[in-house]
């Protein structure tokens, strides 16, 4: 039987920090958002850093040195990139906690969970939820950290992961995908019951994707206190059209691997964009639709039911 990893003990800087100071602990999920928000923080950097409120971005957790991705390994592998992921998180918050006069640590990476690539291959949400939550520091189950959290309606969620693994190169089967999706074996209020027990202490906020426009002030505000907002509080990253997509599914065979990408996404967005004709890509037809925003209704009603208090 494999032990538990050990953890590692706590360290000053942020024990101390989370005496008076706050941790705000973004995780997504991505396709919510995500890289609107980090975007519009990172331009705002220096002057929060200047307010009080050190930001931590994917840019700084990702990359050769970043964190691992986790899941489907032997467990004693597992067990030590669980134990260095959770020193490089824990490092990066420390270095944050250190900086004198400081009010606020945002830490927003979304890949922290998973990734779109992960959830069409297990054909489910977030399938190595379990060991990446394991690879959160321990310090962060603390009453003064806050996760926030958004979910979006389940046929929308598949039909932007299949996009954006489209644009990093990977072209799924979408018929083969379908079934699997369709069964939804891992919905939303698992993936915040799971996150609750991982960090029970701590609180918790949650909305709807849809609602962004709406709750984007009370966003930016527990994210980022006092950072300018956007123009309109809406996502500038542009989706790509059915006709896109068709585009460069009619020159790939499923499961292949694109050749310069970005060239090949940017020329299809540019010929077929997104118009009242043609619009946004999706994996389903008007039934299956239906059925998923019909299941989407379901688990959303028994987050607010779970979590009143966290609604946002």
């Known amino acids: 039987m494999i032990s538990p990893p050990a953890e590692p003990a706590p360290r000053a800087a942020l024990g101390g920090f989370l005496a008076s100071g706050k941790v705000i602990l973004h995780l997504g999920a991505h396709k919510t958002a995500t890289t609107h928000i980090q975007a519009t923080m990172r331009d705002q950097r220096d002057m929060l850093a200047d307010q009080g409120t050190a930001v931590i971005l994917p840019s700084d957790l990702r990359g050769r040195h970043g964190l691992h991705r986790l899941g489907g390994k032997h467990p004693d592998e597992q067990a030590r990139l669980e134990r260095e992921n959770r020193t ?3 490092d990066a918050l420390e270095l944050c906690a250190s ?3 400081l009010r606020q640590i945002t830490l927003s990476e979304e890949g922290i969970l998973g990734s779109p690539r992960e959830c069409l291959t297990a054909g489910h949400i977030l399938p190595f939820l379990e060991p990446n ?7 962060l189950d603390h009453p003064n950290v806050t996760v926030i959290f958004a979910v979006r309606d ?6 932007s ?3 954006t693994t489209l644009r990093r190169g990977k072209l799924f089967d979408a018929e083969h995908l379908k079934p699997l999706l369709r069964t939804l074996p891992n919905r939303w209020e698992h993936v915040l019951h799971d996150i609750r027990a991982a960090l029970p202490r701590a609180r918790l906020k949650i909305w709807r994707h849809e609602d962004f426009a709406k709750v984007a002030p009370q966003v930016f505000d527990m994210l980022a206190p006092g950072m ?3 123009p309109d509080g809406a996502s500038k990253f542009q989706n790509l059209s059915r006709d896109a997509v068709a585009h460069i599914l009619r020159r790939n065979a499923p499961g292949a691997s694109l050749k310069e990408p970005r060239k090949r996404i940017r020329r299809a967005r540019r010929r077929y964009p997104v118009t009242q004709d043609n619009p946004p890509f999706s994996l ?15 688990s959303w009603a028994a987050l607010v039911h779970a979590y009143p208090d966290a609604v946002l």
């Open 88 to 90: 490089k998180l824990l």
């Open 99 to 101: 900086t004198p006069g």
């Open 133 to 139: 939550l394991r690879s959160l520091p321990t310090e």
């Open 154 to 159: 389940y046929g929308s969620f598949f039909s």
């Open 161 to 163: 992961c299949f996009t």
């Open 228 to 230: 300018p907002l956007p």
């Open 284 to 298: 389903w037809n008007a039934e299956d639709a239906a059925s998923l925003t019909a299941a989407y209704e379901e």
